[in-house]
């Protein structure tokens, strides 16, 4: 069974860095998976989530409201995937999601909570 674990977020001041983590359990290894990260912000629980950063293979691509902030990255070996978040503003703050897809499924975590604040 397929499962994503996200840690990292927390509470941090405009300017402040987070990594974000995703591990994925129940696929022996990840490189072969394109994999994503999303975001929710709050209050809006029917909004759409927000497509953040996407890695496949190794090439990522970014939303524009975080390029040059943020950068997406994996390790194979520890079956994770990165979101290092830079240059925090309080537009940032949200619930962020990592994702995948395999077949006809797709995967989410629970999300883990950035919250972006003086």
């Known amino acids: 069974q397929v499962q994503l674990v996200e840690s990292g977020g927390g509470l941090v001041k405009p300017g402040g860095s987070l990594r974000l983590s995703c591990v994925v359990s129940?696929?022996?290894?990840?490189?072969?998976?394109?994999m994503s990260w999303y975001r929710q912000a709050p209050g809006a629980p029917g909004k759409q989530r927000e497509l953040?950063?996407?890695?496949?293979?190794?090439?990522?691509n970014y939303a524009d409201s975080v390029w040059s902030r943020f950068t997406i990255s994996k390790n194979v070996v520890r079956n994770t995937v990165y979101l290092q978040t830079n240059s925090l503003e309080p537009d940032d703050t949200a619930v962020y999601y990592c994702?995948?897809?395999?077949?006809?499924?797709?995967?989410w975590g629970q999300g883990t909570q950035v919250t972006v604040s003086s």
């Open positions: 994702n995948t897809i395999i077949g006809p499924r797709t995967y």
């Open positions: 129940g696929i022996n290894n990840i490189d072969e998976l394109t």
């Open positions: 953040v950063a996407r890695l496949d293979r190794s090439d990522g």
